[in-house]
């Protein structure tokens, strides 16, 4: 059984939290199934629905369960090729934790060839993961992470990286 002091702290604070009503009832659903267990295991839910999971876990300090909901995040953008739609999120998210700097690693290591020539990212108006640019896409990340990328893409092998690339390099 769960921490029973823990789970009514977060208990209480999600009450006051969820006040504005913003929040969606399939992240909360995931939350609350998240810790309401003695063994808890990364959420099975689509990369919109883990991106909500996370912002609405950000005030509680939950370092276990958000390793979990990072787990699945990983997992997922794998299944569907949404690596870059990771990245570009993760780019939002408060970075004064060298957690997050992890994060970033274990994407980039787990994108694909595929992946990083046909870029992905939210579109928050439809709520849709829809493909960009690479221009696009690069664009969206902080410039310390864009010239790491580039650089990385372009010293692993530049000749192949290029013909893979054509058209996508043209912005």
């Keep these: 059984m769960a921490d029973s002091k823990r789970l009514a702290d977060v208990d209480c604070k999600l009450q006051d939290f969820l006040k504005d009503g913003t929040k969606s009832a399939r992240s909360i659903d995931l939350l609350l199934n998240m810790i309401n267990v003695s063994e808890p295991a990364p959420p099975e839910a689509n990369l919109?629905?883990?991106?909500?999971?996370?912002?609405l876990m950000d005030p509680f300090y939950l370092?276990?369960?958000?390793?979990?909901?990072?787990?699945?995040?990983?997992?997922?953008?794998?299944?569907?090729d949404q690596q870059w739609a990771l990245l570009i999120w993760t780019a939002t998210m408060d970075m004064?934790?060298?957690?997050?700097?992890?994060?970033?690693?274990?994407?980039?290591?787990?994108?694909?060839?595929?992946?990083?020539?046909?870029?992905?990212?939210?579109?928050?108006?439809?709520?849709?993961?829809?493909?960009i640019r690479?221009?696009?896409?690069?664009?969206?990340?902080?410039?310390?992470?864009?010239?790491?990328?580039?650089?990385?893409?372009?010293?692993n092998d530049w000749q192949k990286i290029a013909d893979e690339f054509g058209e996508a390099l043209s912005c």
Excluded at 63 to 80: C, F, T, W, Y
Aim: charged share 25%; aromatic share 10%.
């Design 134 to 155: 690479f221009c696009e896409a690069a664009e969206k990340l902080p410039k310390g992470w864009r010239d790491d990328i580039i650089t990385k893409a372009i010293t």
């Design 48 to 55: 919109l629905d883990l991106f909500d999971l996370c912002n």
């Design 63 to 80: 370092p276990d369960h958000l390793d979990l909901v990072k787990s699945g995040m990983i997992r997922r953008a794998q299944e569907q």
């Design 96 to 131: 004064d934790s060298g957690d997050w700097f992890d994060f970033v690693g274990t994407i980039l290591c787990s994108m694909t060839t595929y992946a990083f020539l046909n870029p992905v990212s939210l579109n928050y108006k439809s709520s849709k993961i829809e493909p």
